[in-house]
């Protein structure tokens, strides 16, 4: 995933309409909530391009305020956005919630959304074939069975013109079952350039149980699975990676925890951003655990935080997917 130069990347999935509530307890006790934007594919865009890397998301939304919401928020950060309209379907909304108990709690309504009505016939001609890597991730193949299509028919393409795969497994209890998201995850890691996986993420995959597995194993069977590289994101005990059989760690970079959701897509973009400039691995490593602890100190998924806030160590880092137990999704 190198090269002299920085080529365009090419992300799709549903992006949707994100209501935050402003303050802490549950939707029907609060008085107010911030009208916001949140969608994976979308955040690891809006890294990237932050990153200097030109990014192009393709999603589907409806032709309603919510849809011209999406599509103002992404393309304002130098996205460039195909926004295919869907007269017959809604954009769909997710609800976040910070509960008294510490959890933040994700709610969705996008079932039957316009999202999840993505086609393959909504990629332009020529866009998978013309970028540099292509980026996917397994909310897209839990959102239907036309969903799932246009991933596999995305990798295809892909494949015939030597494009790499990057797979982010971003498991989503609430859409798909532990069996089914199983052989779905497996079929595109095994077609994958790199993938990316929370620790529980990787057990997943790999049919562990909860308590079976190190780090190392993790990586370097996940590594396996895919086609040599893989890295298991740790949370507050950092990341670690398995590329072409080396086996590195990183610690999580300290900050004060404001938002944990949108952490795993910043560390995402922060390693590709790198692998696509000629990074080492550990540069890589460094640059994804720095963008995914920034991410946590913003009150959104995706939108641009203070790099001073690495510099705050007060509180010892949450980062990523090791709030797994505090974010209900």
Not at 24 to 41: F, N, Q, S, Y
Not at 93 to 119: N, P
Request: charged share 25%.
């Amino acid at each position: 995933m190198t090269g002299e130069g920085v080529s365009r990347v090419l992300t799709f999935g549903e992006t949707m309409l994100l209501l935050t509530g402003r303050d802490t307890g549950a939707v029907p006790d609060l008085e107010h909530m911030r009208v916001d934007t949140g969608g994976a594919e979308s955040n690891v865009a809006i890294g990237l391009v932050r990153a200097g890397v030109p990014t192009t998301w393709v999603g589907r939304v409806g032709t309603d305020p919510a849809g011209d919401r999406v599509t103002r928020d992404v393309r304002s950060e130098g996205v460039d956005v195909v926004a295919v309209p869907d007269p017959d379907r809604s954009t769909g909304i997710m609800m976040k919630e910070r509960l008294a108990d510490g959890r933040t709690r994700v709610t969705y309504h996008r079932r039957g959304s316009a999202g999840s009505a993505l086609s393959w016939s909504d990629l332009p001609a020529s866009i998978v074939e013309q970028a540099a890597l292509l980026h996917v991730t397994g909310i897209t193949l839990a959102l239907s069975d036309e969903a799932r299509a246009t991933v596999e028919s995305a990798i295809d393409r892909a494949d015939a013109a030597g494009v790499p795969v990057s797979f982010d497994v971003n498991h989503r209890p609430k859409l798909i079952d532990a069996d089914t998201a199983r052989e779905r995850y497996q079929d595109v890691a095994r077609r994958s350039s790199i993938v990316f996986a929370g620790d529980d993420e990787a057990r997943l995959v790999l049919g562990l149980a909860d308590d079976e597995g190190d780090d190392e194993t993790l990586a370097h069977d996940l590594a396996a699975l895919a086609r040599g590289r893989a890295v298991v994101k740790l949370g507050s005990r950092g990341a670690v990676a398995s590329v072409d059989g080396e086996f590195l760690r990183r610690q999580a970079t300290p900050v004060r925890v404001v938002d944990p959701v949108g952490a795993g897509d910043a560390f995402v973009a922060g390693w590709l951003a790198a692998a696509l400039s000629g990074a080492t691995t550990a540069e890589a490593l460094d640059r994804a655990a720095d963008a995914g602890a920034l991410a946590c100190t913003v009150e959104s998924d995706w939108r641009r935080p203070d790099p001073a806030a690495l510099h705050d160590t007060t509180t010892p880092s949450d980062v990523d997917h090791a709030v797994h137990d505090r974010v209900d999704r």
